[in-house]
């Protein structure tokens, strides 16, 4: 037991001893497992919060300036401060617009009602307030005071 384990700490420290002779040397005051300059950018940059603070900024207020979206007959597009909604309603399309900080929401449905009659609502929910447009057989009905498209 005594040589198995003296043989076991041999070769265990064997290596150290041999590496006091080289820049591997643990315990020598000029160890460096990392060569100079590893970390010199990223997240070990003195202003990296910063940075990415900037970087963030950057790429909100271009992507604000420069949003688009459209689907279902809708475009919103916000450009110079001024958001811009086109949506075709009653198969004409009509244009509103908002500040550019408006939370803005659309959805479409059609459906057939119990008189046959094609029967399309669009809405529009802008800061939390919801406006509905009704077009049946080519006649739109918008909310009242006409909404945001001014359609009565």
Do not use: C
Not at 68 to 97: L, M
Request: a neutral charge.
């Amino acid at each position: 037991m005594f040589y198995s384990l003296t043989s076991f700490l041999v070769f265990l420290l064997l290596p150290l001893a041999q590496a006091q002779y080289n820049q591997w040397n643990l315990f020598s005051s000029h160890f460096n497992p990392f060569p100079p300059g590893t970390f010199k950018g990223g997240v070990f940059d003195p202003n990296w919060g910063a940075n990415l603070a900037n970087q963030i900024q950057k790429v909100t207020s271009y992507v604000v300036s420069n949003a688009t979206s459209s689907g279902n007959g809708v475009s919103v597009v916000t450009k110079d401060g001024v958001t811009s909604v086109t949506a075709t309603i009653g198969g004409r399309p009509h244009t509103t617009q908002f500040p550019a900080g408006a939370s803005i929401s659309t959805s479409t449905s059609s459906h057939t009602n119990s008189e046959g009659q094609l029967v399309e609502e669009f809405t529009i929910n802008v800061d939390g307030k919801s406006y509905t447009y009704k077009t049946i057989d080519g006649r739109t009905i918008g909310p009242p005071g006409g909404g945001p498209f001014e359609i009565n």
